[in-house]
């Protein structure tokens, strides 16, 4: 069973801080790795996905890949209350979009 | 950029009705389209895989007599929900992926309440 975990928070930072947000997976053969937002009652948006072991930066998003360690990260930087909502980690077994199986997600409130 | 049209994007009906969502990407053709399932404050589970001018694949557990997966051409999906049960009332989401892409576009979803 492949699995997808997360710490489901919520997570609360203040605004302007680092909001940091973690993934383990347990499939070894996952290639792909993508992290979406969702407000409640909407559907998934995505933030930015990442293949490569390391970090992948785009704006205030930074995500870490650690497939030795089968862990994903998503931080981001100076946190606005807009950023409050629900992170989902996404993982594929094959780079791309195949059959991605999503974690429960971890809310995050950001503080005025 | 890739948009997916949901609709309706919410339902309410008496449980024994069957009820039809439509997914539908609007500037792009997709040969597959994804359905997914979101019970409240849980993950997106996928329902079925939906592929165009063949039967659509579903995940185990998901039962294809009761969720019934149409993909007649190439811009459109949709998933009828047969005589319905309240605990069929869900959100559910169907996404795709542009040719060339390698992330999925998601639709905007459909809020399906059985009474």
């Known amino acids: 069973q492949k699995e997808v975990e997360q710490n489901s928070g919520p997570l609360s930072v203040p605004e302007g801080a680092i909001a940091s947000l973690n993934c383990t997976y347990s499939?070894?053969?996952?290639?792909?790795f993508f992290w979406y937002r969702q407000y409640s009652g909407k559907s998934p948006e995505l933030i930015m996905f990442?293949?490569?072991?390391g970090d992948k930066e785009d704006g205030r998003f930074t995500a870490q890949l650690n497939k030795a360690s089968q862990y994903v990260s998503l931080l981001i930087r100076d946190s606005q209350p807009s950023d409050s909502a629900t992170y989902l980690c996404?993982?594929?077994?094959?780079?791309?979009?195949?059959?991605?199986?999503f974690g429960t997600g971890t809310r995050l409130l950001v503080s005025p | 950029g890739a948009v997916v049209s949901q609709h309706p994007s919410w339902v309410i009906c008496k449980s024994g009705t069957s009820v039809k969502i439509e997914c539908r990407s609007l500037?792009?053709?997709?040969?597959?389209m994804f359905w997914y399932r979101q019970f409240p404050k849980q993950s997106l589970m996928l329902m079925a895989t939906?592929?165009?001018?063949?039967?659509?694949?579903?995940e185990q557990g998901v039962e294809k007599d009761k969720f019934l997966i149409n993909h007649a051409s190439l811009t459109l999906s949709t998933l009828t929900v047969t005589s319905a049960h309240p605990e069929d009332s869900s959100f559910y989401i169907c996404?795709?992926?542009?040719?060339?892409?390698?992330?999925?576009?998601f639709g905007a979803g459909s809020r399906l309440t059985v009474l």
């Open positions: 990442i293949y490569s072991n």
């Open positions: 996404s795709a992926r542009p040719s060339g892409a390698n992330v999925l576009t």
């Open positions: 939906s592929n165009e001018g063949s039967k659509a694949t579903y």
């Open positions: 500037d792009f053709q997709a040969t597959t």
């Open positions: 996404a993982v594929g077994s094959n780079t791309g979009f195949q059959k991605l199986v």
């Open positions: 499939d070894r053969g996952s290639q792909s």
